[in-house]
């Protein structure tokens, strides 16, 4: 079956422009993660959803960092008025439930000029 | 809080070199451990896995053993191929219970290039 997907897989943003980053996980997974991923870095925790509830957000660097899922499938990480800092891979993964695998798409990478 | 520590990179070897990455973790409780690799243009995989002491997790000839004593997950191969050219992360997670939803915790990553 189809694994997590991400769009777009490239983002150029102007610094001050709004972002939206699609994520469709694995159908029947229950729990979505979402992680930033700066060059040459580890992946850092952003934010979870068990089905629609977003459970922890306490990753989200700024309230510029917003993320929804309204559905309990397919989630959206937004970021307001971006930054230069701002510049990193976002990975989204899903598991079944948790402590389970967590399965990882492809990621976004957002360049912000 | 919970941090992983891996050794710095890159690491370069000729191929059926062994292979040793280390990784030590900082963690309250009795985390679970991974180890994640990173092909080139792919995402994320899951490498190998151990949830309690003493556990070996292994995959693919690879080879990571939990060990409490010294915080540790080391990963080792005895003979890389050029295909094991990739980036690979350590990451743990705290077991069920509380708030840790699993959410994983990496280290920076080791880039491994194998050379025929």
């Known amino acids: 079956g189809a694994g997590v997907s991400q769009s777009p897989r490239y983002k150029v943003a102007k610094r001050g422009q709004d972002v939206a980053l699609r994520c469709d996980p694995i159908s029947g997974h229950v729990s979505l993660f979402w992680y930033q991923q700066a060059l040459g870095q580890g992946p850092e925790f952003l934010t979870y959803?068990?089905?629609?509830?977003?459970?922890?957000k306490s990753g989200l660097p700024s309230d510029r960092f917003f993320a929804e899922r309204p559905e309990g499938s397919v989630s959206t990480l937004k970021i307001q008025r971006t930054q230069q800092e701002d510049s990193a891979v976002y990975l989204c993964?899903?598991?079944?439930?948790?402590?389970?695998?967590?399965?990882f798409g492809p990621g976004t990478r957002l360049t912000v000029l | 809080g919970n941090s992983v520590t891996q050794m710095e990179g890159p690491v370069t070897l000729s191929e059926e070199a062994f292979l040793t990455i280390n990784c030590t973790y900082t963690a309250t409780g009795y985390p679970s451990l991974f180890w994640y690799v990173q092909y080139p243009g792919e995402g994320l995989q899951l490498l190998l896995k151990?949830?309690?002491?003493?556990d070996k997790g292994s995959n693919k000839g690879f080879e990571a053993t939990y060990r409490k004593e010294t915080t540790s997950f080391h990963l080792e191969k005895g003979s890389v191929q050029v295909s094991d050219s990739a980036v690979y992360f350590c990451a743990l997670s705290r077991n069920a219970g509380g708030t840790s939803y699993g959410k994983l915790t990496f280290g920076q990553g080791t880039i491994l290039t194998v050379h025929p």
């Open positions: 993964a899903s598991s079944f439930l948790t402590p389970n695998e967590q399965f």
């Open positions: 151990a949830t309690k002491a003493d």
């Open positions: 959803f068990q089905n629609e509830a977003q459970l922890d």
